[in-house]
């Protein structure tokens, strides 16, 4: 079983490397937005504190319309509406003891010995509960916000302090992962200061706390833990159980393979209140089984092992959401992440499965073969499935069963069976998902917004791909929204205010979850963009309401084709068009840039006079770049009208129309004359060529380059004493006869 996989892993790597690094590059986005395009015309904002770091809790409260925020030595209150606005803060720092015991034990008293702010729940309509390292001693304290929305109250509740142990991690490098239910936090975090208990822990409420066997590495072996769900079973509470989600070393890996990491979900249930003789104040139904997520391959699977983040999306049905979750890979030969899509029903069958067990001389893996006790392990005490009211009446061969056989032998697969969307060399990593559910015209599809260590958000949508069962992840936009580039520790969103709230080390953002005027001002342009967000109106791309005429609303998120949807719209601006000047010998660059990055642009020549035009052949002296047509030692024959065209999902759109004047070098040398020897005319329309002067400088000989030329201010005349007299604007002193020769195009 694990070895078999495990052993797969490596020639899998190397095709991948081999076939993506090789011979592709990672997916563009369409649209690609720089920090300070977001902050300028995309609505981002920004939040810090002075000389605080961290920010790793986020917690959207919908009902206060408040984002409550755990960061170093504070927790903050912001406006969902506004973060930069109306925000409210407090200090919270680890007591002045705690600090030197923590900078006597050897730890850094300017970067560890703080109270970083690990987790926040709402806990009751009136307060939150927020739970920090405390200095290397972990403490939790009740936050009383209130329930007015007039006046956000933020007061630390200092009457109420809770031990953090088991609730929050000593070490701020480390991450914690908890769910309050009820007035119960379920927790996985390391519970002792060298980092190395790491359990799965029930405190707080009126129950006894529980956790996971202490130092058994079939339970946990050195896990990290990422999210943690309350999931329900039916419409029986005694069936509800607590899904967690993490990643450790695997005991049933082949030794010849190492420290070899996986991804685990683990369960246990909810009234789960331990055994009666063995496994006392222990989790009795604690299973775990491994998440696969792979790109299946002729020699062996190439697996992305090394699980970052789980976004659980609610359905019709609450007993089966979907599990989006993240992956990165472990691998020093490549680069890569990945999102995967789980079923819930596949998470609860892999449960039900055989457990695997581990026998014979060789110490192998298989699945267990032998007589499952009953009730099944793993089964909660429920009428649904029983007559056991409590853990406590379980026998003593099923807690037995239990300790020995906590894992399951089948593996859980992504639906499809392989990742929804992945990015390999792209010079990133995912650190954190999100998901928004969006109505659209043709159906109700999934967007994900991904944060990167590079702090960067992309937005990924989730499309059916043809007739097959599964989906394919189409990468939308790509969004800067920390100018640090300062890896994203967290994310929220809000669906009823439609913005995206993201966490870094050094900032909190907002942004909003559509940009639609940035998709262009056409309706192929709205329709190509397949966000579900946006829709043509008849005028403009703008947000998508599900309520509209269906005659105002033109999308199309499943195919991105304008071509129906668009005919006989009249509403595409008018061509640009621009003259260019070169000169014969030297360059022309002919920009042409397309709004979207997944389109490519193929441009037509036509000469005056030519009823047609003709394709422009790359060659040596026509080279394509990104950013438009290179055209090198230039000859009078190039003259004529250059069309950009956008080619995107097999739709043509033009964008530019380009008209080349290839002068001699004679007649650029004397246009630079002329212009020189004119007098000085009043304000009033710009001469065409004079965007061509502006290009030529003085000091050269030859002609080397022409660029596209925009329309720019006229330059101001010198002052009439000073050209009549032949002097310096600056100095008045005579201006040297060498520079007043003709101007060359040396720097074009």
């Given at each position: ?10 020639p899998?790597?190397v ?8 011979g592709a ?6 649209l690609r ?6 902050q ?7 939040f ?9 809790a ?9 984002l ?5 030595n504070?927790v903050a ?19 002045v ?23 926040l ?17 972990p ?7 209130g ?12 009457q109420?302090?809770?031990d ?20 119960e ?7 002792d ?8 822990f ?17 339970w ?13 079973e ?11 989600f993490?990643?450790?070393?695997a ?17 246990i249930c ?6 009666q ?21 002729m ?18 049905d ?20 990945a999102?995967?899509?789980?079923s819930?029903?596949d998470?609860?069958?892999a449960?039900?499965?055989p ?13 267990y073969?032998?007589?499952v006790p ?18 406590k009446?379980?026998?003593d ?10 894992l ?37 599809y ?10 960067t ?10 007739s ?8 939308l936009?790509e969004?800067?929204v920390?100018?640090d580039s ?35 001002r ?5 329709c190509?963009?397949?966000?579900p ?12 309401q599900?309520s509209?005429?269906?005659?105002f ?6 195919n991105g084709d304008?071509?129906?949807l ?13 003259k ?5 010998g ?16 193929e ?10 035009g003709?394709?422009v052949?790359?060659?040596e ?8 047509l290179?055209?090198r030692d ?15 999902q097999?739709?043509?759109q033009?964008?530019?129309?380009l ?7 004679v ?13 000085v ?16 400088e003085?000091?050269g ?6 660029r596209m ?9 010198p ?7 032949g ?21 074009w």
């Amino acid at each position: 079983m694990g070895q078999a996989e495990a052993a797969a892993m490596i020639p899998g790597l190397v095709l991948l490397w081999i076939a993506v690094l090789g011979g592709a590059s990672p997916s563009p986005p369409r649209l690609r937005l720089s920090f300070q395009e977001l902050q300028q015309r995309h609505g981002l904002r920004t939040f810090r504190l002075a000389r605080t770091c961290c920010y790793e809790a986020l917690l959207v409260d919908e009902e206060r319309g408040r984002l409550f925020v755990g960061a170093e030595n504070h927790v903050a209150s912001l406006s969902l509406d506004n973060i930069s606005k109306r925000a409210k803060k407090l200090a919270w720092p680890a007591p002045v003891e705690w600090r030197e015991e923590c900078n006597w034990a050897g730890k850094d008293i300017g970067t560890e010995c703080m109270n970083f702010v690990k987790v926040l729940h709402a806990y009751n309509h009136t307060h939150l509960l927020a739970c920090g390292t405390g200095a290397f001693h972990p403490t939790c304290v009740y936050v009383e916000v209130g329930h007015r929305l007039e006046e956000p109250m933020l007061r630390l509740d200092l009457q109420k302090l809770e031990d953090g142990k088991g609730k929050s991690p000593y070490d701020p490098r480390h991450q914690a992962a908890s769910v309050l239910v009820g007035e119960e936090l379920y927790s996985g975090v390391a519970a002792d200061l060298m980092g190395r208990d790491f359990t799965i822990f029930r405190s707080l409420g009126q129950r006894p706390s529980l956790r996971t066997e202490p130092h058994d590495s079939r339970w946990l072996n050195e896990p990290k833990f990422v999210k943690v769900f309350w999931i329900p079973e039916s419409e029986n509470p005694d069936d509800d159980k607590i899904y967690f989600f993490f990643r450790e070393l695997a005991v049933e890996a082949a030794p010849a393979l190492g420290r070899l990491s996986v991804s685990r979900v683990g369960q246990i249930c909810r009234n789960d209140v331990g055994g009666q003789r063995s496994l006392v104040n222990k989790w009795t139904t604690f299973l775990k089984a491994r998440l696969v997520c792979s790109v299946p391959g002729m020699e062996g699977d190439t697996h992305f092992n090394q699980l970052q983040d789980v976004f659980l999306l609610s359905s019709r049905d609450r007993w089966t959401p979907l599990l989006y979750a993240i992956f990165s890979t472990s691998s020093g030969i490549f680069r890569g992440s990945a999102v995967c899509v789980y079923s819930m029903n596949d998470v609860r069958r892999a449960f039900l499965g055989p457990f695997a067990h581990k026998e014979g001389p060789m110490h192998q893996w298989v699945s267990y073969q032998g007589r499952v006790p009953y009730p099944r392990p793993g089964m909660c005490p429920s009428k649904t499935f029983g007559t056991f009211s409590s853990t406590k009446d379980f026998p003593d061969d099923v807690i037995q069963f239990a300790r020995n056989h906590p894992l399951m032998y089948n593996s859980i697969l992504p639906v499809g069976g392989r990742p929804l969307f992945l990015q390999v060399g792209a010079g990133y990593t995912f650190t954190q998902i999100a998901a928004d559910r969006v109505a659209a015209a043709d159906g109700h599809y999934d967007v994900l917004f991904i944060g990167t260590d590079a702090g960067t958000v992309l937005k990924v949508i989730s499309v059916p791909k043809g007739s097959q069962p599964h989906a394919e992840g189409l990468l939308l936009e790509e969004l800067h929204v920390f100018e640090d580039s300062a890896a994203v520790t967290s994310m929220q969103i809000s669906s009823k205010r439609h913005q995206l709230y993201v966490a870094s080390r050094s900032a909190v953002a907002q942004i909003p979850l559509h940009r639609c005027a940035a998709h262009g001002r056409a309706c192929a342009e709205c329709c190509l963009a397949r966000d579900p967000y946006c829709a043509w109106d008849g005028a403009t791309c703008t947000r998508f309401q599900p309520s509209a005429k269906r005659r105002f609303r033109r999308q199309d998120i499943k195919n991105g084709d304008p071509r129906t949807l668009c005919s006989g719209d009249s509403s595409h601006p008018a061509l640009l068009e621009r003259k260019v000047l070169g000169v014969e010998g030297g360059s022309a660059f002919l920009e042409c840039e397309p709004r979207s990055l997944q389109a490519h642009v193929e441009w037509t020549f036509q000469r005056a006079g030519e009823a047609a035009g003709t394709p422009v052949l790359a060659e040596e002296r026509a080279e394509r770049t990104t950013r438009g047509l290179l055209l090198r030692d230039l000859r009078r024959g190039d003259s004529g009208s250059y069309l950009c065209t956008a080619v995107e999902q097999g739709f043509s759109q033009p964008l530019r129309r380009l008209v080349l004047h290839v002068l001699s070098v004679v007649q650029a040398e004397r246009l630079a004359r002329t212009e020189e020897a004119a007098p000085v005319a009043p304000p009033g329309p710009k001469l065409w060529y004079r965007d061509f002067l502006q290009l030529v400088e003085p000091g050269g000989g030859g002609v080397s380059s022409l660029r596209m030329c925009r329309p720019q201010p006229a330059p101001r005349p010198p002052p009439p004493e000073s050209r009549r007299k032949g002097r310096n604007r600056r100095t008045h002193a005579p201006e040297p006869r060498a520079e007043r020769g003709p101007r060359s195009a040396a720097h074009w």
